[in-house]
């Protein structure tokens, strides 16, 4: 299955923001939440092996978007790797808060996801992305994840990583016991942490650009969720 959903929001004259664009292709089914907000609705299984699914958000000068989903995302295995790309871009004076529930990867997934954020000098971002590995009982699938972010063309984020690699799950220096990982990126103007600290489970970094991230590891989402919330 190949999809592309899409959400555009942008300020109107009289200074309010609307959601001048809002397409859904199933999996990827859109609600809009609140006049800012919009969730992610599952009608449809998976990804699964071989899909191809595309999110892009565009939050346009002034406005404002927050995304987030219904329920977690369970990838499944199939014919083929699935590959979720989400691409955004906020203009100047823009936010976006990007939280979706989070993707369990069952066994025997192959799965690979990639995030495009581009920001202006100005704008504000918080994006969470929380991985956790298999459904109760079982190992996880495998799964590769990119992240590059970008202000005003300059890099700010460089990431990835491998999860369901047996090579890599085996060592105690990479995930150890845990069963999920997680990070949180703060950009731009919005209140974060400016110092290193490294405390169990989690670690905040401030980065050389406008931002700040927050890197976690759990043996459950629950705990995960505690780690990634800024404070």
Request: proline content about 8%; some cysteine.
């Amino acid at each position: 299955m190949t999809a592309h959903a899409e959400v555009v929001a942008e300020v109107t004259a009289a200074g309010r923001t609307v959601l001048s664009t809002l397409r859904s292709a199933p999996p990827l089914t859109l609600r809009q939440t609140g006049p800012e907000r919009v969730h992610l609705v599952a009608s449809a299984a998976g990804p699964l092996g071989g899909d191809h699914l595309r999110l892009d958000l565009r939050v346009g000068r002034g406005a404002r978007l927050e995304v987030g989903s219904i329920a977690s995302t369970l990838v499944l295995p199939g014919p083929g790797e699935s590959v979720v790309i989400v691409n955004a871009t906020v203009e100047p004076g823009g936010t976006l808060t990007y939280a979706p529930e989070p993707t369990v990867l069952a066994t025997g997934c192959h799965h690979r996801m990639i995030v495009r954020l581009a920001l202006a000098e100005d704008a504000v971002v918080s994006w969470r992305e929380e991985i956790v590995f298999g459904r109760h009982g079982e190992p996880p699938g495998r799964c590769h994840s990119r992240f590059d972010a970008t202000v005003a063309g300059r890099p700010l984020l460089r990431q990835e990583f491998t999860v369901g690699d047996p090579a890599l799950d085996r060592s105690p220096a990479i995930y150890g016991d845990a069963r999920c990982v997680g990070s949180l990126l703060l950009a731009g103007a919005a209140p974060r942490p400016h110092q290193v600290s490294v405390t169990e489970g989690r670690a905040v970094l401030p980065l050389a650009g406008p931002g700040t991230l927050i890197s976690a590891l759990a043996p459950d989402a629950v705990t995960l969720r505690r780690h990634l919330t800024h404070s």
